[in-house]
């Protein structure tokens, strides 16, 4: 397969004056840096707020003081290293620390520390507790970027997975459909192994993360359309970001592109309140306004998304904003409370759940389940050189 070439050096990309490059070397010092030629073709250099432009390349607030490494606390939904399970159905696999390219809001930009190792190549004893869990009827395979996996662990994977008979769906959470489309539509091995275990009983699901309309180019058309006759199901997922897709004439092309596409609108996201992240805030109120501002332009398709944050608590749907009050509905609940309806006041500024007043009063804070996982949000906020931290062996006595 001819692969685009990796950039991992601010000082390669020639189209950023060299003063810049200067400037942006000490951010990625701290949030690590890496692109491809494909993806940077797609930026328009001429335009200082081009939202390609704006997702992979550093940015100098960056290193302003905002938000947690792990804004979510998955630290605390680990199970055994590389295997967290949070909802009672669903299981997560973080099998790769390695993305097409690294986008700067990344949630788990954690997972690139040199200092830290949460996905974990061994995933025999991730796979060894969903065997072991009967209510685990659907894994998602995380990181990082599964894709970037070489086909034949994919394929160790996948198939120990469908040994399972408890496990009906398996996910594949990607930006390679618009990272690297070729990475997906060159490799008749990968695709082979998606129609063979891709059935009409049960289904793998590719979650694109497909977060501008310009992404949606003919090579990303032409993965989508591989996947699809392998027997995929695609769909899609993206926060909504200041800079990048906050525009409701940007999210409305999203949606409609995606629907012709046959890529299922599924999740517009709050951006996490992670360090690194200030550039990208929005409040709660604008970001349901853009969304509902886009919902109400696009087709019945369109408006299948639904806006949520993935709290620590669970994932909360955010129904309305009005009046200076938010309306909201666990659609997933880490403690059992899935359904639960909440009317909370909204001040303006707010862009999280915890900046709501009175929150506190619907969840609590959670407590590890193994001590084999590092804390990040525990270690020194500048990563450190040298190896990665592995995880801890719990004692045997």
């Known amino acids: 397969m001819a692969q685009p070439k990796y950039i991992t050096k601010i000082d390669q990309i020639e189209q950023i004056p060299e003063e810049e490059r200067e400037r942006l070397k000490k951010i990625t010092e701290k949030f690590v840096f890496r692109v491809n030629e494909y993806y940077i073709g797609l930026i328009n250099w001429e335009d200082p707020d081009d939202p390609i432009k704006n997702l992979v390349i550093p940015n100098e607030n960056e290193l302003s003081e905002y938000g947690r490494w792990d804004a979510s606390d998955e630290d605390t939904n680990y199970v055994v290293p590389g295997c967290q399970h949070k909802y009672e159905t669903t299981a997560l696999l973080i099998c790769s620390e390695v993305c097409g390219a690294y986008c700067r809001y990344c949630f788990r930009k954690r997972l690139f520390r040199n200092d830290v190792k949460e996905a974990m190549s061994d995933v025999d004893p991730g796979i060894e507790y969903i065997r072991n869990h ?67 009983d049960n289904r793998i699901y590719v979650m694109a993360h497909v977060n501008h309309p310009r992404e949606i180019t003919d090579e990303a058309k032409r993965g989508f359309q591989a996947l699809h006759d392998a027997g995929v199901m695609v769909v899609n997922q993206t926060p909504v970001l200041k800079g990048i897709n906050d525009n409701p004439d940007d999210l409305t092309e999203l949606l409609d592109k995606l629907s012709w596409a046959g890529v299922t609108p599924y999740y517009f996201f709050i951006n996490r309140p992670v360090a690194g992240n200030t550039d990208f805030v929005l409040s709660l109120k604008e970001a349901y306004e853009a969304v509902e501002e886009a919902k109400a332009r696009t087709s019945g398709l369109g408006k299948r998304i639904r806006l949520s944050m993935s709290h620590t608590s669970g994932k909360i749907e955010i129904l309305a904003i009005e009046d200076g009050k938010a309306y909201l509905k666990y659609h997933q609940s880490r403690d059992g409370n899935y359904g639960k309806f909440m009317i909370l006041d909204c001040p303006d500024d707010a862009g999280w759940f915890d900046e709501l007043p009175g929150n506190e009063a619907y969840w609590e804070a959670p407590k590890k389940k193994t001590e084999e996982v590092v804390s990040v949000n525990q270690m020194s906020d500048m990563p450190q050189k040298g190896k990665r931290r592995a995880p801890r062996k719990q004692p045997t006595s």
């Open 134 to 200: 009967p209510e685990i009827n659907n894994v998602l395979l995380t990181g990082g970027d599964p894709l970037i996996l070489a086909t034949k662990k994919l394929r160790y994977i996948i198939e120990e997975l469908r040994s399972i008979p408890h496990v009906k769906i398996i996910r594949i959470g990607s930006k390679l459909p618009v990272f690297n489309p070729m990475r997906i539509y060159e490799d008749e091995e990968l695709l082979d192994l998606f129609k063979e275990y891709s059935t009409p």
